[in-house]
C-alpha cells in the first residue's frame, strides 16, 4: 500500500500571475516569489512554497501534490501501481526543479484529476513572513490543509484513491439537492496523518477542477482578519461564516483567481485514527455556512 504523508501542494492555472499575487497577499496573507521554470511560488510556512501558480488561458485547479517519506517509500508507490496496472510517467527534470522535489511520478485518477507523488521536498531554512501579520498557517507534518476533488466517476475514483494511493474514510456525506432527489455523494478521506481529511470526493463534475482547497490559522481572530481582507479587497465570498459537523471546521470560503474555492478555517479536528469511528452526517455545518451566497454573486 501506498502510505501518503499529506498535501504536500497544490497546482492552479490563471490567466494573469498579478491576480494570483494581490489575491495571496493581499487576501490569504500569503507571500509570493518567482517560481523556477516560470510561476509564482505561494509561501505559507517554512517551505518554498505549497501553492504553485502557473500562466495559462483559463484558471484552473491543475494538480495535488502528495507527499512520500522516502525514496524507499517512493520506490515502494511505483511498484504498487505497476502491480496494479496504474499507468504513470515520471516527473520531468523541468517538473522536478520547479516542485522542489528529488523524484516525482504522475498519475490520473478515473475521473482525470491529477496526481503527484513526490518524495524529499526542497528546503531554503527561510521563515514564513505574512504581508498582513498572520502569525502561522497550521502546516507541518498534516500537509498545506485539504483538496476536495471531482469525482463524477465516483465508484472508479474512489476505489482508486482508497485501493492504489491509500487513503482511508473519515466519514460520509449524502448530499439531498431536494427532498424527492437520489443523494450526491461526498466522502471525506484521511492519509498518515492527524488531519480530519486531506482529501475529499464529490460525486460530480466541477469545470475549474477543484471543489475547494482548505488553509487554516491557528485563531478565529485570524479568520475574522481575513474575512475583513476578503470584503476590502473585493474578492467573492462562497459561503458565509459557519462550523462544519464532521471536522468542527469554523470557516469562510471565497473564490480564487482560478475559479476554484478556497476555505479559511480554524479549529479543524486533529484525530488518533484508531480511536475514530467512521459516521455519516446528515448535514454540511452546526451553524452557517450559506453556500447560496456565492450563487447570487
Given at each position: 500500500m501506498i502510505e501518503i504523508r499529506g498535501l504536500s501542494y497544490l497546482v492552479a492555472q490563471?490567466?494573469?500571475?498579478?491576480?494570483?499575487?494581490?489575491?495571496?497577499?493581499?487576501?490569504l496573507g500569503m507571500s509570493v516569489s518567482q517560481a523556477p521554470q516560470g510561476g509564482l511560488y505561494v509561501k505559507m510556512d517554512e517551505r518554498p512554497?505549497?501553492?504553485l501558480i502557473?500562466?495559462?488561458?483559463?484558471?484552473?485547479?491543475?494538480?495535488s501534490g502528495w507527499e512520500l517519506a522516502t525514496a524507499a517509500a517512493f520506490k515502494h508507490a511505483l511498484q504498487v501501481l505497476q502491480e496494479k496496472g496504474v499507468a504513470f510517467t515520471l516527473g520531468s527534470a523541468q517538473e522536478i526543479d520547479q516542485r522542489g522535489v528529488q523524484e516525482l511520478a504522475v498519475v490520473i485518477d478515473p475521473?482525470?484529476?491529477?496526481?503527484?507523488?513526490s518524495w524529499g521536498h526542497r528546503s531554503d531554512c527561510l521563515p514564513f513572513v505574512s504581508p498582513q501579520g498572520v502569525p502561522r498557517f497550521i502546516t507541518g507534518d498534516m500537509g498545506l490543509g485539504h483538496t476536495v476533488l471531482p469525482a463524477p466517476n465516483f465508484d472508479e475514483t474512489l476505489a482508486f484513491v482508497r485501493d492504489v494511493l491509500g487513503f482511508e474514510m473519515s466519514d460520509i456525506f449524502n448530499f439531498r439537492p431536494a427532498p424527492d432527489a437520489p443523494p450526491v455523494r461526498i466522502y471525506f478521506m484521511h492519509c498518515a496523518n492527524a488531519r480530519h481529511h486531506s482529501l475529499a470526493l464529490a460525486e460530480y463534475p466541477v469545470p475549474s477542477?477543484?471543489?475547494?482547497a482548505m488553509v487554516e490559522v491557528d485563531s478565529m481572530t485570524e479568520v475574522g482578519r481575513a474575512h475583513d481582507r476578503m470584503l476590502a479587497h473585493g474578492a467573492q465570498l462562497s459561503a458565509t461564516l459557519g462550523q462544519h459537523l464532521n471536522d468542527r471546521m469554523t470557516s469562510f470560503y471565497m473564490k480564487t483567481p482560478s475559479g476554484f474555492d478556497l476555505e479559511y478555517g480554524f479549529g479543524g479536528l486533529q484525530l488518533d485514527w484508531k480511536e475514530h469511528s467512521a459516521f455519516e452526517f446528515t448535514r454540511v455545518?452546526?451553524?452557517g455556512h450559506d453556500f447560496s451566497v456565492g450563487r447570487q454573486q
Open positions: 490563471v490567466a494573469h500571475l498579478s491576480d494570483w499575487q494581490r489575491y495571496a497577499e493581499d487576501v512554497f505549497r501553492m502557473t500562466e495559462g488561458s483559463e484558471g484552473r485547479y491543475l494538480a475521473s482525470g484529476n491529477r496526481h503527484e507523488l477542477g477543484c471543489v475547494h455545518s452546526i451553524w
